[in-house]
């Protein structure tokens, strides 16, 4: 499935970039206009381009997840990675405030936190801080991974080599452990990806992702708030995101890794 | 003899005190020392300790460790990681596990040297010193994709990187095959007598440490127990535990029970893997002689 999805998602991707067009530009001689060659996803009721919002949501939403998700598993990396390898007291405050944190109903926390913006506050930043939060809130398991792939490093026998030939401790960590790390990292990424993806368009269904006019995935499902009264085209984003989930949730990094 | 190490030495874990019973172990310059005993018996533990690398699996040492002079006990930290790679190597028994896999065999013996030095060493002569080739395409290979004897000399090639003057090999032929063992055995002869390196080879196998050691120590609970010239130790044992491993070496079904001097020129074999690395070692006897004189 994956060789045939990955060619297929990639064109998609590059056809957005041709296709005309502005997400904000508002056709007022065809509102919620149904699907013709002019817009063969219809529009919205503003008179937008269902496909030309689709395209660009498209590329926001994965530009986005993909930024998240690179960020929570540095983050994840560096507090699992330093926990572990340090130990002591270190790593039981680290264990401990994972738990803490992990306790947190986090999808409370996203909701009261992106209630509590301002109204005015410009689309792209609701839209950062939405998966800044998704960042801070997601290498929380991650980290867990991590630190015991770490402290499972630290007794091997390569490391006792390095400790024997007289590598400084940093070194270690950073030359010998965490190139031993590379397929959980890439996998932490990888699956990632759509919970960041899925977690955006909850909170866009509910009206709490970017502002208008900026599209997501998650804004335009907002459209649906009543789906037996949407178009059927307005359902366009479900399958798109179904599509790149179920890709995301194909790769398997750790095959066929060097490590 | 000019003294390199003197170790009187106790160390213990948390759950098993007394793992070195004052132990006291000393060993000149250019020196290949051969420490049998058996599994439990403390031998890496000495190889942690005279590293100091106890701590990091939870031991703790105390008594004296003079090496060249410093008593390594008492080294900063830093002073320590100094020493470890530069003036002391390790070898360990399994490569292919003491090799770190996600790192091209290049990038390790460079990470070895970046330890103390900056720059690149001379890894063809490096790789030339332990039999191996020094080709690109060798130094872009993964430890998986080596032999367990290629995986053994580039470890051996990492230790001796910045020509330390004692290197420990801890049971370095445990898992290697009969052909293989005798070859890095005559590796460790022919670097002792290149680089004037001591040796301390430490391995369960009395018969391969006889192969090439000036002098046995036996290791029993902690404690040397009996240590000595290798002939002395297999033609006149003292002590109980030695007269035991002795007596423990197997006898190979198909060969008689007196002496063959003339299979000393004979190259390794099933029943004498280690004979000819007693003829090439030289000033030796051969060690089927030598373990047929410990019968009689």
Known sequence: MRSVAAPLLLLLLMASFRYGGSYATQHRDSIDAPPCWRFPLGTDDLGRDRLVRLFDATRISLLFAGAAAMGATLLAAFAGGVAGYAGGWFDQFVVRAIDLLLSLPSLFLLLATRAMMPLNASPVFSLVVTYALMSVLGWLTPARVIRASVRSSRQSEYVLQARAEGCPEGRILLRHILPNLRPILLAQFWTSIPVFILTEASLGFLGLSAGEPFPTWGSLLHELQNPLLARPEAFAPIVAIALFVSYFKTITPWKGSQA | ?296
């Not at chain 2, 890496?44 to 003079?66: P, V």
């Open chain 2, 1 to 296: 003899m000019n003294c390199l190490l003197y170790a009187r030495v106790s160390a213990d874990y948390p759950n098993r005190p007394a793992v070195l019973d004052n132990l006291e172990l000393a060993m000149g310059r250019g020196e290949i020392v051969g420490l049998v005993g058996e599994s439990g018996s403390g031998k890496s533990t000495l190889a942690m300790t005279l590293l100091r690398l106890l701590e990091s699996k939870g031991g703790q040492a105390r008594g004296e460790l003079l090496f060249q002079g410093r008593n390594l006990l008492e080294l900063s930290g830093r002073e320590m990681r100094a020493v470890r790679g530069r003036e002391i190597g390790l070898v360990l028994q399994s490569p292919l596990s003491a090799l770190n896999p996600a790192m091209r065999i290049g990038r390790q013996i460079l990470e070895s040297w970046r330890a103390h030095r900056e720059g690149s060493p001379d890894v063809g002569q490096l790789l030339e010193m332990v039999n191996l080739p020094g080709e690109v395409s060798f130094l872009e290979r993964y430890p998986r994709q080596l032999s367990v004897g290629q995986a053994q000399r580039v470890l051996i090639a990492m230790a001796i990187v910045h020509r330390p003057a004692l290197l420990l090999a801890d049971e370095p032929t445990s898992a290697l095959d009969v052909v293989t063992q005798a070859e890095i055995l005559s590796l460790f002869s022919s670097l002792n007598r290149q680089m004037g390196m001591a040796v301390l080879y430490i391995s369960h196998d009395l018969l391969s440490v006889a192969s090439f050691c000036h002098r046995i120590a036996i290791l029993q609970h902690g404690r040397i127990v009996e240590s000595g010239a290798t002939e002395e130790i297999f033609v006149h044992p003292r002590h109980a535990y030695t007269q035991a491993l002795l007596r423990a070496i197997p006898k190979p079904p198909s060969f008689p029970t007196d002496c063959h001097p003339d299979l000393t020129a004979c190259p390794p074999c099933v029943a004498f893997p280690t004979a000819n690395q007693a003829v090439t070692n030289g000033g030796h006897r051969a060690i089927e002689s030598l373990v047929c004189a410990s019968r009689t």
